[in-house]
């Protein structure tokens, strides 16, 4: 039994080679292998061929490929996947998943087959994301360019996909904090597998790995604030997802970089593949990226960005919000504790003004007491003085007047 499944399988495998093949071989545009419309982070990826592959790395890449892509996803893998129990053996499994794909190439001409496997037609049918028109309001800042004195790194070669953490490790780096980005990746950032976590609360894979998805704001959060609380830093990681554009312009002007969610060389944004993690559907939006905008120009409608795959670079400002806004408008800003800072400065106000209450309570008091002791002791003296010095010389001119009065 075992033999003919694994018969099956075989079967299988070489049709799906041959018929992927005959595709090639009849000039269909495009490569089957183009990760960059399945993970949205690999820009370029080698071409491969199948024809000449044993069995089960041909089933696997051909599985890998298929079950990431979302029609396909959508269509057939989950109708399948329910279908296998859990104590079905690993060759059952793989005939299911074998038999099913047959289905699908027995099922559809060419041109739709292509469709499934790519995610596109020769038109390049991707499901773009609509292109949003939005007016900056650029009145909410008094100052006309602004540039921060933010430093490139490079996500490469280290985090091929850990355009996110880069970033982060950016900001801080700017705030003088020595960590690198791998330590950040390593230590602070959560992850998980896409079978596992949303790309909302983890990042989903190792962005040491060429494969991986990425994150949004919400793990980027996290991993900055274990970073600074371990470090006792008065600086918080705000999650600045939402905000409008204008309130960016704002936090520039007062010195704070945005780290921001963007697409590879604000390239139209479009959906891969999507999944249901948790009782929730997620969709992977391509070709996912983060940057650090660390300034603008009103004047000339640009901003600037320390992007981890080019450098520092200038961009039309319009183009980013709506890059920004189509990849669900996440940001991050990492400044200082506002409640830290206005707790310090009232505990200074009251500080201040006991010392000056007390030191005018001091005054007017000692200087009241002062008075009155003055007033009192030269009060009691001159008339002491007084009335002494007038006895006297009244007891003394009386006494004379009667003497020579009798004596005459």
Not at 266 to 274: N, W
């Amino acid at each position: 039994m075992k033999k003919k499944k694994l018969s099956t399988i075989v079967a299988g495998a070489i049709i799906v080679g041959i018929t992927i093949s005959i595709f090639l071989q009849n000039n269909v545009e495009g490569n089957l292998y183009d990760t960059s419309t399945v993970y949205g982070v690999v820009k370029e990826a080698p071409s491969k061929s199948i024809t000449a592959m044993p069995y089960d790395v041909a089933r696997g890449e051909i599985f890998d490929l298929l079950f990431r892509n979302n029609d396909f996803n959508n269509k057939y893998i989950k109708r399948q996947i329910p279908q296998i129990e859990k104590e079905d053996t690993q060759d059952t499994k793989e005939e299911k998943i074998t038999n099913n794909i047959l289905n699908v190439l027995d099922g559809n001409d060419k041109e739709e087959i292509y469709k499934i496997i790519t995610g596109k037609n020769n038109q390049d049918d991707k499901d773009y994301l609509p292109e949003t028109t939005y007016i900056i309001n650029k009145n909410v800042v008094s100052t006309r360019r602004v540039e921060l004195p933010v430093s490139f790194l490079s996500q490469f070669p280290e985090l091929p996909t850990g355009c996110e953490v880069t970033s982060l490790t950016t900001v801080l780096n700017y705030l003088k904090y020595n960590v690198t980005k791998e330590e950040m990746a390593d230590r602070y950032l959560p992850k998980c597998n896409y079978d596992e976590g949303s790309f909302w609360d983890y990042f989903l894979g190792d962005p040491v790995a060429d494969d991986a998805f990425g994150c949004y704001s919400s793990p980027i959060v996290t991993a900055a604030n274990s970073y600074l609380t371990q470090h006792g830093s008065n600086y918080v990681a705000y999650d600045y997802s939402y905000s409008e554009f204008e309130t960016f312009l704002k936090e520039l002007e007062a010195g704070n970089p945005i780290i921001l969610w963007s697409t590879i060389d604000l390239e139209k944004a479009f959906i891969t593949v999507s999944w249901t993690i948790n009782d929730r559907d997620v969709e992977w939006i391509a070709p996912e990226h983060c940057v650090v905008m660390i300034g603008y120009d009103l004047d000339a409608n640009t901003v600037t960005l320390s992007d981890p795959l080019k450098g520092i670079v200038t961009v039309d400002m319009d183009l980013v919000n709506s890059r920004y806004i189509q990849m669900c408008s996440q940001a991050v800003v990492i400044k200082s504790n506002s409640k830290v800072v206005e707790g310090a400065t009232k505990a200074l106000e009251g500080e201040t003004q006991g010392t000056t209450q007390g030191t005018t309570q001091g005054t007017t008091q000692g200087t009241t007491q002062g008075t009155t002791q003055g007033t009192t002791q030269g009060t009691t003296k001159g008339t002491t003085e007084g009335t002494t010095q007038g006895t006297t010389e009244g007891t003394t001119q009386g006494t004379t007047e009667g003497i020579t009065q009798g004596t005459t």
